[in-house]
């Protein structure tokens, strides 16, 4: 496996698509293989783009990929969290038909993931993924999700950046407002600008924004793009970099990273606990307690704690 790791390292572009392919697979390898490379991740620039389906997320992700590759030469990856198929499993719009004028560019790496039935539309893979494209040298990371909901939240857990893409006319900042996820986002970019009630949305953002977040340090800025002839890219990104900046020096990159870090690991023992309770549920002694409960024999929670004892190796023989 270190094998795969110094390879990845160096860049080898089919074994990072390889490698990301056992994470969507839970593939017995993907563990030792984020092991060995745990140590040489944390430098990427993580971005977050979140917003409605038709927001134009796609192209504006495809706009500041050239963005950032004319003017910087950086190495850029997109991670595009698309709906599963439920015929197949995986992602349904396949590698982003949309940026295949980057497929080419050596410096480019982009990579459709299901979402396999996560209800924020943010692959749960799409974490370990990141990590493989960083240790690769990847630079900035894009992960675009599939739209916004409550649960779309779940990309603040991801990125050190949100970007929130609405869009005039669709009522969204009025939603957006609903979902407490206007609390989540670090910048917001008001796409296809051109169209009306553009100014009404700015100024409906900008009133919310002054209540939710008057006394923040980061007062959300509001960029304005059209994406399919690039207006407002340019300034964007200098945004995005600006935000980036912000976060390094006022000590929240730190802070925002240790705090995923911790949520990971509680999320990675709830699975596994979540996987041996499942296997107790098959056990015929855990249905006989069932049946007890169920004949009023035993309390709900006198069986519950007494097999989470067992699972914790604490309670010796069967309950």
């Known amino acids: 496996m270190q094998e795969w790791a110094e390879a990845i390292r160096r860049g080898d572009r089919r074994k990072v698509a390889r490698a ?14 984020i092991e060995a490379l745990f140590p040489y991740t944390g430098k990427a620039c993580l971005i977050g783009i979140t917003g409605a389906p038709g927001a134009g997320k796609s192209t504006l992700v495809d706009r500041l990929v050239s963005q950032v590759r004319r003017r910087q030469g ?9 709906p599963t198929s439920p015929f197949t499993g995986g992602a349904l719009l396949g590698d982003r038909v949309r940026m295949t004028r980057h497929a080419l560019d050596e410096g480019v790496f982009i990579r459709s993931m299901g979402t396999r039935g996560h209800l924020g539309g943010l692959a749960h893979a799409a974490k370990e ?4 494209l960083d240790a690769a040298g990847t630079d900035v990371i894009f992960i675009e999700t599939v739209g916004v909901g409550q649960s779309e939240i779940d990309i603040m857990h991801l990125a050190d950046t949100v970007t929130l893409v609405l869009t005039p006319g669709s009522g969204d900042a009025v939603q957006v407002f609903k979902a407490g996820i206007m609390e989540t986002a670090d910048l917001f970019v008001i796409n296809k600008a051109d169209m009306d009630g553009t100014k009404k949305l700015v100024h409906d953002v900008e009133e919310m924004l002054h209540l939710a977040k008057s006394e923040a340090p980061w007062l959300p800025p509001i960029c ?16 995005l970099e600006a935000h980036d900046a912000y976060l390094k020096e006022s000590g929240e990159w730190e802070k925002r990273r240790f705090v995923r870090l911790r949520r990971e690991v509680q999320e990675i023992m709830g699975e596994e606990l979540t996987r041996r309770l499942q296997a107790h549920v098959r056990d015929p ?3 006989r307690d069932l049946d007890r409960v169920q004949a009023r024999e035993q309390v709900p929670h006198e069986v519950a704690r007494c097999w989470l004892e067992r699972l914790a190796g604490k309670g010796g023989d069967t309950p």
């Not at 950086?74 to 698309?82: E, G, L, Q, R, S």
């Open 20 to 33: 990301i392919s056992w994470i969507e697979n839970r593939d017995e390898r993907r563990e030792p293989l």
């Open 74 to 82: 950086k190495k850029v990856a997109v991670i595009a969290v698309d």
């Open 129 to 132: 993924a990141t990590r493989v």
């Open 224 to 239: 304005e793009t059209v994406s399919k002839d690039g207006r407002g890219i340019e300034d964007l990104w200098a945004t």
């Open 285 to 287: 002694c855990f249905q």
